[in-house]
Structure formats: structure tokens, C-alpha cells
């Protein structure tokens, strides 16, 4: 039988990918296990325990109010341009 290169390009598409798999699973670490800690409680929220009331929440920076910058019409001769003072082109 002839090896012909339509197999030859379909065994390299099979070939290589595993190759390249087969030598990856071969180098990679083998990590530990992660442990589980022996005993998890949650806490079930239940009536029967007394509830702590929740105080009221500092606000973070990302909740302060900032009031907008004023508007102010500017010239059409101001194009913000940080050219410095006299400098005129």
C-alpha cells in the first residue's frame, strides 16, 4: 500500500496534537491535593439564635459623593492645548 500524502497530512494532524499533549501532560507538575479542613459550620441563620444587629456601614471612597466640576464657556481660541504660555505655533 502506497502511503499517499492526503494520509500523510492526516496522520500529521492526529500525531502532532497528541505529541504535543502527550509531552505537556509529561513535564507538567504534579500538584498535592488540595486538603479540605475536617469540619465546616456554617452559619444557618436560624430564629432560635439571636440575630447581631447590623450597624450602619461606613461609606467607602467609591460611595462618596463628588459634585461635577463647574460648566464655563471658553474662548474659540482656547483649543486646551499644554503648549505653554506664548507659545504660538
Known sequence: ?????????????VVIPLGIA???FALSD?????????????????PSS?????SAPTPTPSDEVVSRPPVT???ADDDDDDD?????G
Not at 439571636?50 to 447590623?54: C, R
Open 22 to 24: 502527550a509531552t505537556s
Open 50 to 54: 439571636p440575630a447581631p444587629t447590623p
Open 30 to 46: 504534579r500538584p498535592e491535593s488540595p486538603k479540605v479542613p475536617p469540619k465546616v459550620e456554617l452559619d444557618s441563620g436560624s
Open 1 to 13: 500500500m502506497v502511503f499517499s500524502r492526503r494520509m500523510a497530512a492526516l496522520a500529521a494532524v
Open 73 to 75: 464657556d471658553s474662548s
Open 84 to 88: 505653554g504660555p506664548g507659545d504660538d
